[in-house]
């Protein structure tokens, strides 16, 4: 069972940049797709970007194509993800998830593992 710790988040002002991490344990790292959703106040958790497990291919929501990216670090067990051009509409807490098949696209699974989260406000 692989465990997720989400790092990096806090205060940024809009049009700011913030780079959160994800560190995983208990499992084979290079063995997941990984990625990240989010959940803003009031709304529903929303699919944000995934890297498969070796080759470093992505899928990127339309909200942040372009200002968000992911990347992994199969070395040090750890994914990225450098936010770049924050908006206030970005604001929310980020999950890490982790998964054996690929996820993100609109026919596929929810991922399997989550981290706790971690908290990013952008304020305008």
């Known amino acids: 069972q692989v465990q997720l710790v989400e790092s990096g988040g806090g205060l940024v002002q809009a049009g700011g940049s913030l780079r959160l991490s994800c560190a995983a344990s208990?499992?084979?790292?290079?063995?997941?797709?990984m990625g990240w959703f989010r959940q803003a106040p009031g709304k529903e958790r929303e699919f944000v970007v995934a890297?498969?497990?070796?080759?470093?291919?992505?899928y990127t929501a339309d909200s942040v194509k372009g200002r968000f990216t992911i990347s992994r670090d199969n070395a040090k067990n750890t994914v990225y993800l450098q936010m770049n051009s924050l908006k206030s509409e970005d604001t929310g807490v980020y999950y890490c998830?982790?998964?054996?098949?690929?996820?993100?696209?609109?026919?596929?699974?929810?991922?399997?593992?989550w981290g706790q989260g971690t908290q990013v406000t952008v304020s305008s």
């Open positions: 998830a982790a998964s054996t098949a690929f996820f993100g696209r609109p026919s596929d699974k929810e991922p399997d593992h």
């Open positions: 208990g499992g084979t790292f290079s063995s997941y797709a």
């Open positions: 890297v498969t497990k070796r080759f470093g291919q992505t």
